[in-house]
């Protein structure tokens, strides 16, 4: 079970559940447990425009919702370069000394602390990250049925983007489940669940920056446009 530093309270949750709104609905859960393999370096720490790519996130998420987690195996390495508000959730290996084990488990320990309805899920890596496109998707989200456990984008390839996107609280069960039978893949979970499209509107959002190369891409482009 994840621990969190700074678990919300009761309190907290109903004062600002008493109307239902996508802001008042809705936690994020920030995802930096990978090993950076092919960044060569720890992506989260990695700076774009003077910013550790995490802090960046992280910011656009609290213009979203006033409850952030961030879910790592090694919080220490952020405390400093995150707001105060910040809820770090430790990362625990479910198999005996078997870690990292994949984003869909980082996924469950943090659902595990949420209390709202909706909790918007992010990549540490998503650099072009705006609060404009993540604001005109949450709108969808009251108009959802009970039944669409998460409402994603889907790539040129037709698969989901996990990373970026939003889900029931209601799924962890299914989540779990599957997990307990083995399962790590977030595509595979997603197939057996309904999933609402949202339009991919800013595709330029979703660039996640994974190796050197993709940081200079992003230099590039941001300088071709000042």
């Given at each position: 079970m994840p621990i969190s530093d700074r678990p919300m309270t009761d309190d907290l949750f109903q004062s600002t559940?008493?109307?239902?709104?996508?802001?008042?609905?809705?936690s994020a859960i920030v995802l930096a447990g990978g090993q950076s393999l092919r960044m060569g370096t720890d992506k989260a720490l990695v700076e774009i425009e003077g910013q550790p790519m995490l802090t960046r996130v992280c910011e656009v998420a609290f213009s979203c919702t006033p409850w952030v987690y961030v879910v790592s195996g090694w919080n220490d390495r952020y405390r400093s370069i995150l707001d105060d508000r910040v809820r770090f959730v430790q990362e625990v290996a479910v198999v005996k000394d078997v870690y990292p084990h994949g984003p869909l488990v980082g996924f469950a320990q943090g659902l595990e602390q949420v209390k709202t309805e909706w909790v918007l899920l992010l990549a540490c890596d998503l650099p072009q990250l705006n609060t404009e496109g993540l604001s005109s998707w949450m709108e969808v989200l009251p108009r959802l049925s009970s039944d669409?456990?998460?409402?994603?984008?889907?790539?040129g390839k037709g698969w989901w983007e996990p990373m970026c996107g939003f889900y029931r609280r209601d799924c962890l069960s299914s989540v779990n489940d599957f997990i307990q039978s083995g399962g790590r893949s977030f595509q595979r979970w997603l197939d057996s669940q309904k999933v609402y499209e949202l339009p991919a509107s800013d595709p330029e959002m979703l660039f996640n920056c994974n190796t050197p190369a993709d940081v200079e891409r992003f230099e590039r482009q941001k300088g071709a446009e000042e």
């Amino acid at each position: 079970m994840p621990i969190s530093d700074r678990p919300m309270t009761d309190d907290l949750f109903q004062s600002t559940s008493a109307a239902f709104n996508p802001m008042s609905q809705l936690s994020a859960i920030v995802l930096a447990g990978g090993q950076s393999l092919r960044m060569g370096t720890d992506k989260a720490l990695v700076e774009i425009e003077g910013q550790p790519m995490l802090t960046r996130v992280c910011e656009v998420a609290f213009s979203c919702t006033p409850w952030v987690y961030v879910v790592s195996g090694w919080n220490d390495r952020y405390r400093s370069i995150l707001d105060d508000r910040v809820r770090f959730v430790q990362e625990v290996a479910v198999v005996k000394d078997v870690y990292p084990h994949g984003p869909l488990v980082g996924f469950a320990q943090g659902l595990e602390q949420v209390k709202t309805e909706w909790v918007l899920l992010l990549a540490c890596d998503l650099p072009q990250l705006n609060t404009e496109g993540l604001s005109s998707w949450m709108e969808v989200l009251p108009r959802l049925s009970s039944d669409t456990l998460a409402a994603l984008v889907r790539n040129g390839k037709g698969w989901w983007e996990p990373m970026c996107g939003f889900y029931r609280r209601d799924c962890l069960s299914s989540v779990n489940d599957f997990i307990q039978s083995g399962g790590r893949s977030f595509q595979r979970w997603l197939d057996s669940q309904k999933v609402y499209e949202l339009p991919a509107s800013d595709p330029e959002m979703l660039f996640n920056c994974n190796t050197p190369a993709d940081v200079e891409r992003f230099e590039r482009q941001k300088g071709a446009e000042e």
